[in-house]
């Protein structure tokens, strides 16, 4: 029988109404079949990783392990509740929102964390000029970059209030979150492609190392799948998240809908 962790009640927060992909405005997302805008899946899991923080504390930011299925939509002003119990070691994770589960997934604290070589995540940066999502978008076995990101001083607060985190570790030890790498593996379909609307739907990601606010990220990624699933087409990419050009962070498998089917007009 596992012990349940104390719910983790968040008043979610839509950071993205303002974005390019337009998953996240109201009007466009109504078309889609959804109520409103998407708060990005990559803050919900960024809610989810609250849990292990909370039960391992620096271990998990240095060698921590967590995937995340977003099945519904979390929806800006809602109040999300953190689900968490441990069983043989590990996390079991659930968000619930409206009486529904939005999202299912699992945290767990290897005994070290998996060596993974820089040299094996091809380094070719971001394009120089972006194209509109086309039919050889993300072909597999194509290499994808980003430009460097960083969240020094200010903007690592900024970023807590956004994803509504109470934990003190980062702020006291100058710590970033690991939200923030799942932000820069989005960058890794937006840095390269114009795209429309767009759906991040899951993601596993095993931390390597602890890293500081002020450090430059970047990821590096192949894309392993492209496909076609219910008038949907994902693509799926292979992960190394960088810091400095030097550091592995995380080794990440990210799902997304790049291009979603519109609901049919009724």
Known sequence: MGSRLETYRIEAYNTAKQSENKMHDDTVARRFGFTGGLVPGVEVMAYMVHMPVARWGREFLERGLIEARLVKPVYDGEIAEVRASESDGALALEVRSRGEVCATGAASLP????????????????????????????????????????????????????????????????????????????????????????IHVGSRMQLLSAFFEDDEITARAKVTANYEKKGHRFVELDALVIANGTTPLAHCHHVAIYRPREQAAA
Request: avoid cysteine.
């Open 111 to 198: 005994s070290t964390a998996p060596l993974v070589a820089l040299a094996d995540y091809k380094d070719v940066g971001a394009v120089a000029r972006r194209k509109p999502v086309g039919a050889d978008t993300f072909a597999e076995g194509s290499w994808l970059g980003t430009a460097a990101r960083a969240w020094p001083g200010p903007a690592a607060a900024a970023y807590l209030r956004e994803i509504r985190e109470r934990e003190p570790i980062y702020a006291e030890s100058r710590l970033g979150h690991p939200g923030m790498l799942q932000r820069v593996m989005n960058r890794l379909l937006v840095d390269n492609v114009i795209l429309g609307p767009w």
